[in-house]
């Protein structure tokens, strides 16, 4: 089965960056589109960034500082984070599809504070 294992998470002062990676099982040109999430405490899980062979979206609140791309060759799915706010705070999720089935890695936590 695809497994897809997030890494990259950590603590992060406002206004810093972190890299998130997703690493696939099997080339990620199969899972498509392929996407992140996120999950804040108390709150329900939601989209941060898709991406498609050449085409990215992001949640409108976060466009301009997250930046979703993908490195076929090592079968990763990254999400550069930069100018980061608490709010940011959560745990976050890679995802893909195929055949009409989403898979979901096991997440890794984000915290931004001072």
């Known amino acids: 089965q695809v497994r897809l294992v997030e890494s990259g998470g950590g603590l992060a002062q406002p206004g810093g960056s972190l890299r998130l990676s997703c690493a696939a099982s099997?080339?990620?040109?199969?899972?498509?589109?392929m996407g992140w999430y996120r999950q804040a405490p108390g709150k329900q899980r939601e989209l941060v960034a898709t991406?498609?062979?050449?085409?990215?979206t992001y949640s409108d609140s976060l466009e301009g500082r997250f930046t979703i791309s993908r490195d076929y060759r090592q079968n990763t799915v990254y999400l550069q984070m930069t100018s980061l706010k608490p709010e940011d705070t959560a745990v976050y999720y890679c995802?893909?599809?195929?055949?009409?089935?989403?898979?979901w890695g096991q997440g890794t936590q984000v915290t931004v504070s001072s």
């Open positions: 099997e080339s990620i040109f199969s899972l498509y589109p």
């Open positions: 991406i498609t062979d050449s085409t990215p």
């Open positions: 995802n893909g599809n195929r055949r009409g089935n989403s898979y």
